[in-house]
């Protein structure tokens, strides 16, 4: 019998987000004030209640020298999982 296929785990973008800007020391307030936005959206981002739109990637990839593209391909990524797993 062939081993029973489990899919891999998909975290929400927001886990990331907050791995990098813990990491580099800052709070959601300093990371909201570089990207222009509201602390209200960081901390909506990183609980997964809201979704990284193109807009807000790219408040992302200036805020902490990444690509636009990364958040935009975590953000499918993840939502692609929980359509396809329910999760």
Do not use: C
Not at 10 to 21: I, K, S
Not at 57 to 72: D, I, K, R, Y
């Amino acid at each position: 019998m062939p081993p029973k296929f489990v899919p891999a785990e998909a975290f929400p973008p927001g886990e990331h987000l907050r791995d990098e800007f813990t990491e580099r020391g800052w709070t959601v307030a300093q990371l909201a004030g570089m990207m222009g936005r509201p602390s209200r959206v960081v901390s909506e981002i990183v609980e997964a209640q809201i979704e990284i739109t193109p807009d807000l990637a790219q408040a992302l990839s200036v805020a902490l020298g990444t690509s636009t593209q990364l958040w935009l391909n975590l953000e499918e990524t993840y939502r692609l999982h929980t359509r396809t797993h329910g999760t």
